[in-house]
């Protein structure tokens, strides 16, 4: 149990549609990033939100877009879903974004993730 | 830009085996360094986090170790058993705890 909640857990979506996948994070947790992981792939790093501001991107399309709340809510939006999108979407937590140092260093806890197919 | 490499891909032991899982990666300023563990159509569920001067981190049957001069990092697991099957995964964060995470080792333990 992480303390890391997703929605939903599987949607099928078809091509050129838009979908909002949500997340809950831990209580205090400034910090929020969404992954994208294919089947058989690592997760791959789409944008990273702290405070309720976006302060880091990986290489994804600005049909990507996201959104952190004050109640430690945050929400992943795909605009023109595209076939390719098909993928486990992760949200992850931490405290902190600092980790500098080398006493730092957070453990970032990760939801079970949602399914979207893209048909 | 951070590159992680994970290898093998897949790996199928006899339980009771002792095993070592390899990850390497190509930008060593790096202050820690996590490994994951990931049930099929699951999450991931972080295992062990070795901050830079660490060399090794415990837990249990677990064993990480870090070697950021050659920019390598094993995950050890001793007297394996069939509830050990999963997929392994070893992530380097960048600036502000974004991960760069490897492509995974598949691990089947047979009873």
């Known amino acids: 149990e992480t303390g890391v909640t997703q929605s939903p857990t599987h949607l099928i979506k078809t091509r050129g549609q838009q979908v909002t996948l949500r997340c809950s994070s831990q209580s205090g947790h400034n910090t929020v990033s969404w992954y994208q992981q294919a089947l058989g792939q690592g997760p791959q790093f789409i944008f990273q939100y702290y405070r309720e501001e976006e302060n880091g991107r990986g290489n994804f399309p600005p049909r990507f877009s996201g959104l952190q709340f004050p109640n430690y809510s945050s929400e992943l939006n795909v605009n023109a879903l595209e076939l390719d999108d098909s993928a486990l979407y992760l949200c992850?937590?931490?405290?902190?974004?600092?980790?500098?140092?080398?006493?730092?260093?957070?453990?970032?806890?990760f939801g079970e993730g949602s399914w979207l197919t893209v048909v | 830009k951070q590159e992680v490499t994970q290898i093998p891909a897949a790996l199928s032991v006899p339980e009771g085996e002792n095993l070592v899982l390899n990850c390497s990666f190509t930008?060593?300023?790096?202050?820690?360094l996590q490994w994951f563990r990931q049930d099929p159509g699951k999450g991931l569920t972080s295992l062990l986090l070795?901050?830079?001067?660490?060399r090794e981190q415990t837990s249990g049957r677990l064993n990480a170790s870090l070697d950021k001069s050659s920019g390598r990092s094993t995950l050890y697991i001793a007297a394996s058993q069939p509830g050990d099957s999963a997929t392994y995964l070893c992530?380097?964060?960048?600036?502000?705890?974004?991960?760069?995470f490897g492509g995974g080792t598949r691990l089947m333990v047979k009873p």
């Open positions: 992530a380097a964060p960048n600036a502000g705890n974004m991960l760069t």
């Open positions: 930008d060593s300023a790096i202050y820690n």
């Open positions: 992850a937590s931490s405290l902190d974004i600092y980790t500098w140092g080398e006493s730092s260093g957070n453990t970032i806890y």
């Open positions: 070795i901050q830079s001067s660490q």
